[in-house]
């Protein structure tokens, strides 16, 4: 199979961005379980914080262009799958659950969930859930039209509407507190949505399965764009998303201080906070598609692709699950360093500095990392992936 090279592209810069994203959590969660300190900090997080927002999507449509419908029969996805995703993932999970936390209990969570202190692994359980429908939908995803795929992508591009709609039909949602004081917001009920059935009709179409729709329309009936094209397109896209997911989170923000800094409250705030910037919704869908079409336009090698880029992509996967557990340390060095919101060091730009250094260091060293890991012999490729 061709390599594609504006693949390796955006799985390295999703892989970047996810670190940009955690980066920015301590500016918003802290305290109670949220805190903002500083207006200036509120509007930071609504533009350094949504910028990233699209990188899980960017994965899950890099996978799907790369790998639906299955190339091999179900056994063999499902065995090079595993080698790939699911030994590192259980590597690094037992790490995780022995560094973070009271590890007998958190391996006895382990059979119920992912370590909560370890949040970014809920992605692995994710992808595994596409995985496993992936030879179920490859028989048609082979047979489908162009027409019929957009009627299925326009469907679910409705459904990232509906946690607005949510919203505007049952106000503010009362939030709920799981285990380990998880937060979840309760849901207003829609469309055979009920009590006895969380099933409705939109549920099947919704979620992280359009973006696997999305990597394989753009590989079946997106041809090639010119860069006028493209950026008339994309740059429309970017901009509507960035400001739903932008406009969305800062009125949320603003209605719960009145203006008023620093904001503080129980975590359920944060998750209320986050809602318009959720994976599921329009604004991040938005962004991801405008992601996809202007990173499908880079096809050139060289050098810094065939010795820096290209040995980064293929760990990016190992980079994504061990990222952790140096950027919490390098984010909580810069703070104690420069100081926090309009008292650091920098005024006002202390905050953005500390999110771009916290990301850049940390990248930076978890990508030597894994590229070295993974070339060990025999034992690499069940570290890194």
């Not at 699911?86 to 209990?105: D, I, M, N, R, S």
């Not at 009145?258 to 809602?275: D, K, M």
């Not at 869908?285 to 065939?306: D, H, P, S, T």
Request: aromatic content about 16%; proline content about 5%; overall charge positive.
């Amino acid at each position: 199979m061709k390599r594609e090279i504006w693949i390796d592209w955006l799985r390295v810069t999703a892989c970047f961005l996810v670190m940009m994203t955690h980066s920015c959590e301590p500016f918003y969660l802290g305290g109670e379980g949220s805190l903002i300190l500083t207006k200036a900090d509120a509007i930071w997080m609504s533009i350094l914080n949504v910028l990233p927002r699209a990188c899980v999507a960017l994965f899950i449509v890099a996978s799907s262009y790369l790998q639906f419908p299955l190339h091999y029969q179900a056994g063999e996805f499902f065995r090079r799958r595993a080698v790939r995703v699911l030994v590192p993932f259980l590597f690094w999970t037992v790490v995780y659950a022995l560094v973070w936390g009271e590890p007998v209990q958190n391996f006895k969570d382990l059979l119920l969930n992912f370590n909560y202190a370890a949040g970014h692994l809920w992605f692995v359980y994710m992808l595994i859930g596409l995985y496993l429908i992936m030879p179920l939908l490859s028989p048609w995803a082979e047979k489908v039209g162009k027409k019929e795929l957009q009627v299925y992508l326009g469907i679910w591009l409705f459904t990232t509407l509906i946690p607005l709609i949510r919203q505007w039909a049952g106000g503010p949602a009362p939030v709920i507190y799981g285990p380990s004081g998880i937060p979840n917001a309760a849901k207003y009920p829609l469309w055979g949505e009920a009590s006895w059935n969380t099933y409705g009709v939109f549920y099947y179409l919704s979620g992280f399965v359009g973006y696997m729709l999305l990597g394989l329309y753009f590989r079946r009936f997106v041809g090639e764009l010119s860069w006028k094209k493209t950026l008339s397109i994309a740059a429309p896209l970017f901009l509507a998303g960035f400001a739903i997911c932008s406009l969305g989170f800062l009125s949320r923000v603003w209605g719960d201080s009145n203006g008023t800094f620093p904001i503080e409250g129980p975590v359920g705030l944060a998750a209320l906070w986050e809602g318009p910037w959720l994976n599921d919704t329009l604004g991040v869908a938005l962004m991801a598609i405008a992601y996809v079409l202007l990173f499908r336009q880079i096809k050139g090698e060289g050098r810094f692709y065939n010795n820096v880029l290209l040995p980064v992509s293929k760990a990016s996967y190992g980079m994504y699950l061990c990222h952790m557990l140096l950027l919490g340390a390098v984010s909580a060095w810069l703070r104690a360093s420069l100081g926090l919101g309009a008292d650091g060091v920098l005024g006002i730009w202390t905050t953005p500095v500390q999110i771009l250094l916290t990301a850049g260091i940390s990248f930076t060293c978890v990508a030597i990392f894994s590229v070295f890991v993974q070339r060990i012999p025999k034992v690499g490729k069940w570290i890194i992936g």
